[in-house]
């Protein structure tokens, strides 16, 4: 490929017009960005947008920008599973419609979005929502660095839509292992675009867990011990513990693969005294970690909702504190189970065999907790119970599975076949999704003020869960008939039914995700009626929802004062849930700032410049970056206050709204 | 020892109220959770330069690469300027201007000397055919170094900054509580070095 | 400069600053000679072969650690005290994270060395 000064590797062979399917796919983003580009325009939403969403550095807002990212991010992640479903139930003894290249893009930018641009997003958007909220802080520790995270977050989830106009995404799967993502095997800019969007991105994703652990450290309300928080914050002190430390492996394997493919280095390379299994050890150091980073804050989520739709305080609160440790720590310890086929000997495979089955312990220990709040509770259905009782379910099936594969020479068999895939979205989609949609339905209403659409939300639910039936169980089968994993085609005429019935579960699924966005755009139409300002619509047990809905900028006009578990509940019990003094102090907060948005346009110019060699615009970025950061650092007016009168009118309206509310119900 | 607590070098909370201390305690936690972070990342270098240490690929090895004056030399260097810094602190404590920026232009000077010592080290080796990508072994050699080396470099432009900053703002307590992490920082910087030339130039040279 | 300061920070009753000041510097300087020697030792037992093979690896890893215990403890004032349990706690963590990843890694790659190459 002839690379010039100007533009690099960049030329008009970069368009995709190498597949019909793939340039279709190219014109949906394209025409898709230029239409809500357009909208923007026509609506003149864009001095809003800057106001109030981009430059804001509220935790509320970024949460939500967080979620939003998350949800398109999930669109465009299912996408690539329905074409993979739908390849492999035509592909027997067929070329299906996708050029195994083309397979191979799908099922890799499908792996790396779920992971990293679809559930982390959506868990962090939801804990950097709830936790300052649930620790009764008026925001996290760091608002502007916040801000930066999102952004860079946005940027390598960016640079993984715009390989899909200009050029081409890694084949390299999700964990990316070399030697076939060594120049020598990949030598197009698909592993380069991999990797700067996992490197920008998990600058983002560490900072934004470093700001989550300070947060919870540090700015709890006056009185809570650590023992005190709800359960959510410890789930999410231990998931982004994790990140902190866990985050460095991914860095450092993507690292040194890219320096292995920019400047031809010897780290992971067949010759030249490279070490492949280096990466594979690398990787997982971070990868193992990464599904509880993933897992730990869906349980805070299902320990949340469970109580407050079983009227109950959460069973064995100290034990799912103490599990939640437990899974933390141990989850450093069995990272080697996605290689027992490399090859260490039979003493390093029976090590992280038996970790492995002991980390299922703590997580079993929290099943029966929530069980056990359940259990003679008055339990209200509603949709985030419902998706929390089905996640108990199912996951304990998938967990089920996983102790088989914990067993190396079990693993041996269904290494690499479809029943780990099934096994994984086994754990994943019950274990994350379903929490997520359970967290999304259980705060929306703290975050808009009105609720999500009851009926509209069941239909949904029902897709979903009858779609990851159909989807999944079909995988084990498979798995168990040695049908191996990422197969373009096979010729094993008892393999089609079972792929077919995969294909019509992910149609279910398709379905659900119809039902969510019809539930969206219904909720929104119907929240004239729905509103409710008053801001605790679930009868909650924590202090999110002792603030109004949507909560103020400042979050709480007085701080809490805390001295037990379940403080909102507590407060209730007591008769005094709110408080309401005579006179307020104006409350300090931090403006608005544009270096967030700044930094994380300069990263992906810097991404971008990297994958395609211009390095004129790399470096200018690079000095960008650097630049923008020490500029920021002179600035001295970097906060502001809201008066006293601002404070008491907004409390004085959630008053009104909540006596109100009161008189109602009684 | 004495009933003081001991304060991170540099917080200099003499003229502080309270809630500069708050503010203080809550970004120097921050910045210790990143510099933890930081550390993973030098951890897996160093497992990883263990791993391949005897993946020369045929090429040049260890003891017939290093040279163990130089490296003693760099980490005398280092070692004295994690002390100026530390000096820094003192009279940031104090509340001296002058000694402040005195001991942070002799740290940035001695940073970058040990800077140049590594270039030249480098260079040295590339003229004998030892570069990064010669082997397996180099490869991991020269990224360990070079991200130590480039945390120096990013620890000079901070000096720089904050010489910067304390002419525009004086030691208010944004400067105050910055200098404090740069120093935790380049103090950290000095950790790593004792782990490099404990893990890389000692047992080539003791072989 | 103003004059000496007293209150309370974290619970603790501070003097503030001269007598602080001359404190820390001695810390310093304590720190300083501690590493230099600690360094030196590392260094000759290298150069003037005093040790070696296995029982020489031993010696200076275990300088090199006492001389982190002694940088953290003098330089970046990581101690025992109440005020910073959470910082020590933190890197008492990293430290035991250390020890499982590159610990695990060199078992794991030794393990794969001897089987894969011999």
């Known amino acids: 490929m002839n690379t010039s000064m100007l533009l690099g590797k960049l030329s008009l062979d970069a368009l995709p017009f190498y597949s019909p399917i793939a340039a279709a796919g190219a014109a949906v983003i394209v025409f898709g960005g230029l239409g809500v580009i357009a909208l923007i325009t026509w609506l003149r939403a864009w001095p809003y947008l800057w106001r109030e969403w981009f430059t804001s550095t509220d935790h509320k807002k970024i949460g939500m920008m967080y979620v939003g990212l998350a949800l398109v991010m999930l669109m465009r992640g299912f996408v690539d599973a329905l074409m993979m479903r739908a390849q492999q139930a035509m592909a027997m003894n067929a070329e299906g419609y996708l050029t195994p290249d083309h397979f191979q893009q799908i099922f890799s930018s499908h792996g790396t979005i779920m992971i990293f641009f679809m559930a982390m997003p959506f868990l962090f958007g939801l804990m950097n929502y709830v936790v300052p909220l649930q620790l009764g802080a008026r925001d996290v520790a760091f608002p502007l660095m916040n801000a930066i995270s999102f952004w860079l977050t946005a940027a390598g989830a960016a640079l993984v839509m715009v390989s899909l106009v200009i050029g081409v995404f890694s084949t390299g799967g999700w964990s990316g292992y070399p030697p076939y993502t060594e120049l020598s095997y990949s030598p197009t800019v698909g592993v380069d675009y991999w990797i700067m969007a996992l490197l920008v991105s998990g600058v983002g994703t560490t900072l934004g867990a470093i700001n989550l652990v300070v947060t919870i450290y540090k700015m709890r309300a006056p009185g809570m011990k650590l023992m005190q928080m709800p359960l959510f914050c410890w789930t999410a002190l231990c998931a982004s513990l994790l990140a902190v430390f866990a985050l460095p492996g991914l860095t450092v394997a993507a690292g040194l693969l890219g320096l292995d493919r920019y400047l031809g280095m010897h780290f992971f390379t067949n010759d030249g005294g490279g070490n492949v299994m280096n990466y594979a050890n690398l990787f997982w150091i971070f990868g193992h970690p990464e599904v509880y980073i993933l897992i730990l804050p869906a349980f805070g989520i299902f320990s949340s909702v469970i109580p407050t739709f079983s009227q109950k305080k959460l069973f064995g609160y100290n034990v799912l504190v103490y599990a939640t440790m437990c899974i933390a720590v141990l989850s450093f310890t069995v990272w080697l189970h996605h290689f027992f086929t490399m090859g260490a000997d039979a003493n390093v495979n029976a090590f992280f065999g038996i970790m492995t089955m002991v980390i299922a312990v703590p997580t079993g220990v929290k099943v029966y907790d929530w069980i056990l709040t359940m259990f003679r509770g008055r339990l209200r259905f509603d949709t985030p119970m419902l998706w929390s009782i089905a996640f108990i379910v199912t996951f304990v099936i998938g967990g089920m599975t996983g102790v088989i594969l914990a067993i190396p020479p079990l693993d041996y068999v269904f290494h690499n076949t479809l029943f780990l895939i099934a096994h994984f979205h086994n754990m994943l989609i019950p274990g994350v999704l379903f929490g997520l949609f359970a967290g999304y339905a259980y705060w929306f209403p703290k975050a808009t003020g009105f609720p999500l659409d009851e009926a509209w939300g069941r239909r949904a639910f029902i897709f979903w869960v009858v779609g990851f039936y159909l989807a999944f169980m079909p995988l084990y089968a498979l798995g168990f008939t040695g049908a191996p994993r990422r197969m373009a085609y096979y010729d094993q005429p008892e393999w089609q039914i079972y792929f077919v019935i995969a294909a019509i579960g992910a149609l279910s699924v398709l379905a659900g995700i119809i039902c969510q966005v019809i539930q969206l755009v219904v909720s929104i139409r119907n929240r004239d009626r729905t509103t409710s300002f008053a801001g605790d619509p679930w009868g909650g047990q924590t202090l999110e929802w002792a603030t109004s809905s949507p909560p103020p900028e400042y979050n709480f006009a007085v701080l809490p004062r805390v001295n037990s578990l379940d403080a909102f509940e507590e407060a209730k019990e007591s008769g005094q849930p709110y408080v309401w003094p005579e006179k307020y102090d104006p409350i300090e907060v931090p403006r608005n700032s544009m270096t967030g948005v700044l930094l994380g346009g300069t990263s992906f110019v810097l991404g971008f410049a990297a994958v395609w060699h211009i390095w004129w615009l790399a470096a200018l970025s690079l000095l960008g970056v650097i630049g923008i950061v020490i500029a920021r650092s002179f600035a001295t007016d970097t906060t502001r206050f809201i008066s006293a009168d601002e404070v008491k009118a907004h409390e004085s309206r959630w008053r009104t709204a909540v006596l109100a509310q009161g008189k109602a119900s009684s | 020892m004495t009933d003081q607590p001991n304060q991170h070098p540099g917080i200099n909370i003499s003229h502080a109220r309270p809630e500069d201390g708050r503010h203080t305690e809550v970004t120097v936690f921050g910045f210790w959770t990143f510099l933890m972070s930081d550390a993973i990342i030098f951890a897996l270098l160093f497992a990883t330069y263990a791993t391949m240490v005897n993946r020369t690929a045929g090429g040049p090895t260890a003891a017939e690469l290093f040279d163990i004056t130089n490296a003693f030399i760099e980490t005398i260097v280092l070692l004295a300027s994690s002390f100026t810094f530390g000096m820094g602190a003192v009279a940031l404590k104090e509340g001296r201007v002058g000694g402040v920026r005195l001991w942070l232009v002799v740290s940035l000077v001695l940073g970058l000397v040990f800077i140049g010592l590594e270039l030249r080290e480098f260079a040295g080796l590339a003229a004998r055919g030892a570069t990064a990508q010669a082997s397996g072994f180099l490869s991991s050699f020269y990224v360990l170094l070079s991200t130590h080396g480039l945390h120096v470099l990013f620890g000079c432009l901070w000096i720089v900054v904050m010489l910067a900053q304390i002419s525009v703002f004086g030691l208010n307590r944004q400067v105050r509580s910055r200098i404090l992490r740069l120093g935790l920082f380049w103090h950290f910087l000095d950790l790593v070095w004792i782990v490099i030339f404990t893990v890389v130039y000692l047992p080539a040279v003791a072989t | ?118």
């Open chain 3, 1 to 118: 400069m103003s004059g000496a300061w007293e209150g309370e920070l974290g619970g603790h009753k501070v003097r503030q600053p001269v007598a602080e000041a001359r404190h820390e510097r001695r810390r310093y300087v304590w720190g300083l000679g501690f590493a230099l020697v600690l360094t030196c030792a590392a260094f000759g037992l290298v150069v003037f072969k005093i040790l070696s093979g296995p029982a020489l690896l031993a010696a200076i890893g275990a300088l090199a650690l006492l001389q982190i215990v002694v940088q953290f403890r003098f330089f970046l004032h990581i101690d025992l005290s109440r005020s910073k349990r959470e910082d020590l706690q933190l890197i008492l963590f990293t430290g035991l994270l250390i020890l499982i990843m590159v610990g695990g890694s060199l078992w794991i790659l030794t393990s794969l060395d001897q089987r894969m190459i011999g």
